[in-house]
Each structure stands twice: as structure tokens, then as C-alpha cells.
């Protein structure tokens, strides 16, 4: 024998008795789909923002600091306040010796200079960098390799080309292996890089550059031991903050910079800002589900209501089954059916209205806000399971209807 989950009759039965007042169903299902609809688009645009935003450092370690020298705000030992002064590379092997130092990546710029292979050329910004900036910014490589510690130590006249830069220079073909001309100087092409993050430490994206290494660019240039830039990781168990006054002693240590001159040096801590983004989106995420399921309930109750009115109008129907002899269970299937019916059908069309308003957003936004398959079973089971919750006590309630009592029911 069917039960009444399985039988189609009582499925037909659920639509006709569903659709008879027309105007009370469709504001209930509006209730459902609305909720499930916000919810899906919360969730899917809070992901995409900060899917959006983590972008922008994406390529960065993520326990890691820029620093640099700025001017003194205060005047000490003879050199006046505003004077400039510059980190060595004496400067960073000390701090590569620090206690939670695990990788420090030094840089050197010389701005824009006209490269050339054959006849095709272009200018680019020419950029020293060490065999660790690898394991701070973590390049993108299209081929071929990045500069490496022995390129640093032998100074050796090889180059990593940016994406763009190589498009240009050496059009149609991979550049690894051949020559480019640097500001008249030839260095052999041992990659081709990019980056992945929106931001740049310093001058142009790295697609737009090109690298080679900072003991090179020292020499080639007349630089000596000046550091431009320096970016550096800090152990597990370590932030970079936790780090900079060490750093600072180090440096005043080896410069004349007052005690208390907090603003000579530059120190950024890019794991602060990942932080900051993990607790902003943990409070927008809060906030989604609270207004998400704010609409749910209420779509809800809607649910609770009408199968209350169901089961009022329809109490006369249930005392007669009652007396031919239907089970108390094949009643309270068949009102749950219709709530989970109801909740199904309303909570699939508003997962596929948010579906298609974020792949519309993502097309005009460029970013994925696409909700995950995840995401959209997990908000259908939480409203099948309040839906069906919904439904039980009206349902329970038509399971103790009398048929006598029905009869007598006006």
C-alpha cells in the first residue's frame, strides 16, 4: 500500500487544495521565496566582496611587513630634522638574524629605462630584487624561474621579465633563454612573472617590470649598498609587529635616528590587514544571516499560519477520512506534505532568483559573486526542516480531530 508521501493522488490533492485560495498561497510562497532569495544574495555578495578585496593582496605571505626608511621628524647627532637616510644591506643581515625573522626580500628600483630585443623595444621599470623576495611576495611565473641565490651572490646579468613587458619585447614567443637589452647592458631572460594582487609594493606591477638581481643592479648602476625597499615574514608564532621594535633597534643601532623617532622608519604589517579583513567579513557574514534569517522566519510563520487555516477549513474533510477509516499518520503526512510542498517549491525559485541576480552583478561587477552549491543545499535543508517544523503542530492537530466532533463542525 502507497503511503500518502508516495502516492500521486495525494500530491494532486496538495496542489488543488493549495491553489484554491489563490491570493493566501502566493503571499506565503512570496514570504518563503523572499527569504530564501535574501539570504542567498546576502551570502554570495558578502563571499564575492571579500573574495573581491583579499584580491588585492592576494600574492603576499600573509604574516609579513613592508619597511623602509623615511626622513627623521627629530634632530639627533648632527643631522637635522627632515634629513634622509638609508638602509644597508649590513642593516639586513642583522635583521635576518633575529629571533621570528624568517624571510626578509630587499628591492632597489632605478625607475624607468628603454629595454630592447631586436627590433622591438620599450621602456620598463628595472627592479633589483634578492633570491627571498620569492617567499614574501610570491611572483606568478609564466616560465622559466625567478632570481635565485645564486644570481644574488654572483651578481649575474640574467633578468626576469614581466608579462607585459615581454608581450611587447618579445612578441609571439617565449623570451627564456635569449637577451634583452637593459640601458645598454645585455642580461640573459630566465623567466617570464606576474603577480596576482591588484596592489604593489613600490612602482609598477610586476607584469610591468622588470627584475634582476639587487647586487646586479647595485654594480650596474653605481647604487653600493643602499636598500630601497624591504618586505619580511615573521615565523609561525610571530607577527611583524611583534618583531618591529627588534627591527628598529637594529637599524638605530647602525644609524643615527633618535630613540624616540617612532616615524624614521616605515613599517607596514600586511597581516594586520588581513586580520582587519577577516573580522570586518565575520561581522558582515553575522549580519547577513541575521537579516537572511529575520525574512526566513517570517516567510515561516506565513508557512505555520496557513496550514492552520488548512486545517480549520478542511476539518469536516478530515473528520469523514477519519471515519472511512484513514490512519491518524496518513493525516499528518498529508499536511506536512502540503507545507513542505509549499516551502520546497518557494525556497527552489528564490535559490534560483538569487542565482541568476549575482551571475547578472558578477557580469557587470567582474567578481564572483556566485553562491556555492554548498551554500544553497545548506539554506534549503534549514528551510525544509523549519518548514516541515512549521507544519507539524497544525498537523498534529488535524491527527486528534474526532469525526463526530467534525460533523458537528460549522
Not at 642580461?187 to 612602482?203: D, F, L, P, R
Not at 610586476?206 to 639587487?214: E, G, H, R, T
Request: glycine content about 10%.
Amino acid at each position: 500500500m502507497k503511503t500518502a508521501l508516495f502516492d500521486i493522488e495525494n500530491w494532486r490533492e496538495i496542489g488543488a487544495t493549495l491553489s484554491r485560495n489563490k491570493t493566501r498561497t502566493l503571499l506565503t510562497a512570496f514570504g518563503i521565496f523572499w527569504g530564501t532569495a535574501m539570504l542567498a544574495m546576502l551570502l554570495g555578495g558578502e563571499k564575492g566582496l571579500e573574495r573581491k578585496l583579499m584580491k588585492n593582496f592576494e600574492g603576499f605571505a600573509t604574516n609579513s611587513a613592508v619597511f623602509f626608511a623615511n626622513r627623521r621628524t627629530v634632530s639627533y647627532q648632527g643631522f637635522n630634522k627632515g634629513s634622509g637616510w638609508s638602509i644597508t644591506f649590513k642593516d639586513i643581515d642583522a635583521i635576518r638574524q633575529l629571533d621570528g625573522v624568517d624571510a626578509v626580500a630587499t628591492t632597489n628600483s632605478v625607475g624607468s629605462v628603454t629595454v630592447s630585443a631586436g627590433k622591438h623595444g620599450t621602456s620598463a621599470q628595472v627592479q633589483g630584487a634578492d633570491h627571498e623576495y620569492v617567499r614574501v611576495f610570491l611572483p606568478k611565473m609564466f616560465s622559466g624561474r625567478f632570481i635565485n641565490e645564486s644570481d644574488q651572490v654572483n651578481a649575474r646579468k640574467v633578468a626576469v621579465v614581466g608579462k607585459n613587458i615581454a608581450d611587447k619585447v618579445f612578441p609571439g614567443r617565449d623570451p627564456v633563454g635569449e637577451f634583452i637589452n637593459i640601458a645598454g647592458i645585455y642580461y640573459k631572460v630566465i623567466g617570464v612573472a606576474g603577480q596576482e594582487a591588484e596592489i604593489n609594493v613600490g612602482g609598477e606591477k610586476l607584469d610591468d617590470q622588470i627584475n634582476i638581481p639587487i647586487s646586479t643592479l647595485s654594480r650596474a648602476f653605481n647604487l653600493g649598498d643602499v636598500v630601497g625597499g624591504t618586505m619580511m615574514t615573521a615565523k609561525d608564532g610571530y607577527t611583524p609587529t611583534q618583531l618591529k621594535p627588534r627591527i628598529f633597534r637594529v637599524l638605530r643601532a647602525n644609524h643615527p635616528i633618535a630613540p624616540h623617532d617612532d616615524q624614521a622608519l616605515f613599517f607596514f604589517d600586511i597581516s594586520e590587514q588581513f586580520a582587519m579583513v577577516d573580522k570586518l567579513f565575520s561581522g558582515v557574514n553575522l549580519l547577513a544571516l541575521f537579516v537572511g534569517i529575520g525574512t526566513l522566519i517570517a516567510g515561516i510563520i506565513g508557512v505555520g499560519n496557513i496550514m492552520w487555516v488548512i486545517v480549520k477549513e478542511r476539518t469536516q474533510e478530515i473528520g469523514i477520512r477519519r471515519a472511512i477509516g484513514a490512519k491518524p499518520l496518513d493525516i499528518v503526512t498529508q499536511i506536512l506534505s502540503e507545507g513542505i510542498a509549499l516551502t520546497f517549491i518557494a525556497g527552489m525559485a528564490g535559490i534560483i532568483f538569487a542565482v541568476c541576480a549575482l551571475a547578472v552583478v558578477q557580469q557587470i561587477a567582474e567578481v564572483s559573486f556566485l553562491i556555492g552549491f554548498g551554500q544553497s543545499i545548506s539554506i534549503m535543508a534549514i528551510f525544509m526542516i523549519l518548514g516541515m517544523g512549521a507544519s507539524i503542530i497544525p498537523s498534529l492537530k488535524a491527527m486528534k480531530i474526532k469525526p463526530i466532533e467534525a460533523i458537528n463542525d460549522k
